[in-house]
């Protein structure tokens, strides 16, 4: 299986509360990074390849991960990009096969994630299995929905009043090679946001399936690598 990280944003607001290493760089637990974190999960996932995008204003975090490239199957690319889908857009343009893709600051149980990379090996038809969550504690979440069979039926940027089925959109998608296809529609539209790429895979009639956490931590703030931190120590 293939794996990327989008680690490429700035965070500034972390920065401005006093982080002194780029938010990837951020101990998740003692001595173990976000980052760090993330590669290892997908070691134990069995990764052949782990793609991770940089950009080119934080040479502190592309030197990290040069440190880190023999421990790992590590790809590394220093872009500076809009946003999270065009950082996806040059991760995963030319590239074959499925891959599972996160962002450097989505935490979540490994034991969970490990299940939906089993579910995503199985279920062959599936062309994208997205992860949700109840737990909406974003700035800006991007509401989804789903059916009575876990299929995703819609993406919306405000909640929806109709359904009591409400999730948020998790940060880790799991994308086969009919939903990569449609970078392209995305770069042709001139789509700049992944919630723009979400909600065409859906409108698109992909088989778009869902894998429920029951929470998951973007962090953003000082506090939620609090919330993190007591995430992962649960048994």
Known sequence: MNFAIIAA??????????????????????????????????????????????????????EYLESLADEYPLEIVCRSTSGSLESLMVLLDGQHGSWIVTTADTIFPATLFFSMVEKFREKMDTDALMGLTPYIDDEKPLYATTDASGRVTGY?????????????????YCLAPNALSMLAECRRRGFTRM???QKLLVESGLSVESFIYPQVIDVDHLSDLDKARRLIAQP
């Open 9 to 62: 944003g700035n965070g500034e607001r972390l920065a401005s509360e006093g982080l002194a290493v780029p938010k990837p760089m951020a101990e998740i637990a003692p001595g173990l990074t976000m980052l760090r974190r993330l590669l290892n999960i997908f070691t134990d996932c069995g990764a052949l390849r782990i793609r991770v995008i940089v950009n080119a204003h934080t040479p502190q975090l592309k």
């Open 156 to 172: 919306y940027d405000s909640e929806p009043a109709d359904t009591d089925a409400v999730y948020a959109s998790a940060g880790i």
């Open 195 to 197: 919630r723009q790429y």
